[in-house]
Antibody, heavy 122, light 109 residues
Framework: QITLKESGPTLVKPTQTLTLTCTFS??????????VGWIRQPPGKALEWLAL???????RYSPSLKNRLTITEDTSKNQVVLTMTNLDPVDTATYYC??????????????WGQGTLVTVSS | QTVVTQEPSLTVSPGGTVTLTCASS?????????PNWFQQKPGQAPRALIY???NKHSWTPARFSGSLLGGKAALTLSGVQPGDEAEYYC?????????FGGGTKLTVL
């Protein structure tokens, strides 16, 4: 059974850096085709894809946010960390991590964490 | 800036059939966009329904199906139930990055 859980601060001040951790179980980030993605959702708004790290340490970012995002993995701890710099109130959102898996012909985001709400306010 | 467009809202009667679509500002959606569909109910995390156009997860009810229709990705719900009332999101792949649609609020009335 795949599970993921996001953790991090609930309140961050503008201009600060946000660090979120996704702790997962039920799969290995060393397995070919596997990845962990980050997605966020401002209150009452749509989902927004942020970043993805693959089993081979390949990393992908949203073009609109790539200058502010860094995604890393700690395979030994089964964790993926997302950092976002220069926070603004518009970054207030629920942040989700999700298990990503690709074969030669398919790709899916099948299992999601429960999400963690981050509020950016002074 | 790539934009993925969904119907903002749709209404369907219980037992009816409804099709939600997902269009790309770059042109026709093909299987190479690996369309994924998610259902989200208030206060809950999204739940995956369909991946890579038409593949169902083991938990996806049979009444949900995915396809390509007229240059768009499509999600069809047949025999709609009141519990299907939710927000539905599509997700498309753009050669490295992924982009969500704005979501469709489905009302069962």
């Amino acid at each position: 059974q795949i599970t993921l859980k996001e953790s991090g601060p609930t309140l961050v001040k503008p201009t600060q850096t946000l660090t979120l951790t996704c702790t997962f179980s039920g799969f290995s980030l060393s397995t070919s085709g596997v990845g962990v993605g980050w997605i966020r959702q401002p209150p009452g708004k749509a989902l927004e894809w942020l970043a993805l790290i693959y089993w081979d340490d390949d990393k992908r970012y949203s073009p609109s946010l790539k200058n502010r995002l860094t995604i890393t993995e700690d395979t030994s701890k089964n964790q993926v960390v997302l950092t976002m710099t220069n926070l603004d109130p518009v970054d207030t959102a629920t942040y989700y991590c999700a298990h990503h898996y690709c074969t030669t012909t398919t790709c899916s985001y099948d299992s999601w964490g429960q999400g963690t709400l981050v509020t950016v306010s002074s | 800036q790539t934009v993925v467009t969904q119907e903002p809202s749709l209404t369907v009667s219980p037992g009816g059939t409804v099709t939600l679509t997902c269009a790309s500002s770059t042109g026709a959606v093909t299987s190479g966009y690996y369309p994924n569909w998610f259902q989200q109910k208030p206060g809950q995390a999204p739940r995956a329904l369909i991946y890579s156009t038409s593949n169902k997860h083991s938990w996806t009810p049979a009444r949900f199906s995915g396809s390509l229709l007229g240059g768009k990705a499509a999600l069809t719900l047949s025999g709609v139930q009141p519990g299907d009332e939710a927000e539905y999101y599509c997700l498309l792949y753009y050669g490295g990055a992924w982009v969500f649609g704005g979501g469709t609020k489905l009302t069962v009335l």
